[in-house]
């Protein structure tokens, strides 16, 4: 085999490994999770799906009337996992520490859930009985996880 026959013949081997690689890549991306990055519904913050993950528009605008008061609870939330991470970061270890700012979480998620839960109130109140049957159908906690 002479030197530029030996050269073209790798050359044609490494063109048809990156061809089988681009090939393997498209093939991959077509035929793995479908385009958005998740699949099916996903929950938002009222606990309520609607079409694509968006809040059915009665408790959207129910949820727009509070959105300082759940921006204020997000942050609340935030500083209390920020002390949770602080906590198990500590050395030594201080279980009482830790114990109190996992109360404090508890405390605020139960603060952030029922002001969504007033919200759905607030939104089933002015809703008509087939909205809030469409709602009560998107209620299950199953489906909301993406679940059966």
Same mark, same amino acid.
């Given at each position: 085999?002479?030197? *530029?026959?030996?050269?073209?013949? %790798?050359?044609?081997?490494?063109? %048809?490994?990156? $061809?089988?690689?681009? @090939?393997?890549?498209?093939?991959?991306?077509?035929?793995?999770?479908?385009?958005?990055?998740? @699949?099916?519904?996903?929950?938002?913050?009222?606990?309520?799906? *609607?079409?694509?993950?968006?809040?059915?528009?009665?408790?959207?605008?129910?949820?727009?009337?509070?959105?300082?008061?759940?921006?204020?609870?997000?942050?609340? %939330?935030?500083?209390?996992?920020?002390?949770?991470?602080?906590?198990?970061?500590?050395?030594?270890?201080?279980?009482?520490?830790?114990? @109190?700012?996992?109360? $404090?979480?508890?405390?605020?998620?139960?603060?952030?859930?029922?002001?969504?839960?007033?919200?759905?109130?607030?939104?089933? @109140?002015?809703?008509?009985?087939?909205?809030?049957?469409?709602?009560?159908? $998107? *209620?299950?906690?199953?489906?909301?996880?993406?679940?059966?």
């Amino acid at each position: 085999m002479t030197p *530029w026959s030996k050269r073209l013949a %790798i050359l044609l081997a490494v063109s %048809i490994g990156v $061809n089988l690689l681009l @090939a393997g890549v498209l093939l991959g991306r077509g035929f793995g999770r479908p385009r958005g990055g998740h @699949a099916g519904p996903r929950p938002d913050d009222s606990g309520v799906e *609607w079409r694509e993950g968006r809040r059915h528009p009665v408790v959207r605008e129910a949820v727009e009337r509070r959105r300082g008061e759940l921006s204020a609870r997000r942050g609340a %939330i935030e500083a209390a996992r920020a002390k949770v991470r602080d906590a198990l970061g500590r050395d030594p270890f201080d279980r009482a520490l830790l114990e @109190a700012a996992l109360t $404090n979480v508890r405390t605020e998620t139960a603060e952030s859930q029922a002001l969504l839960h007033g919200a759905l109130v607030e939104g089933a @109140a002015s809703a008509t009985l087939e909205q809030r049957r469409e709602l009560a159908r $998107n *209620w299950d906690s199953k489906k909301r996880r993406g679940k059966p």
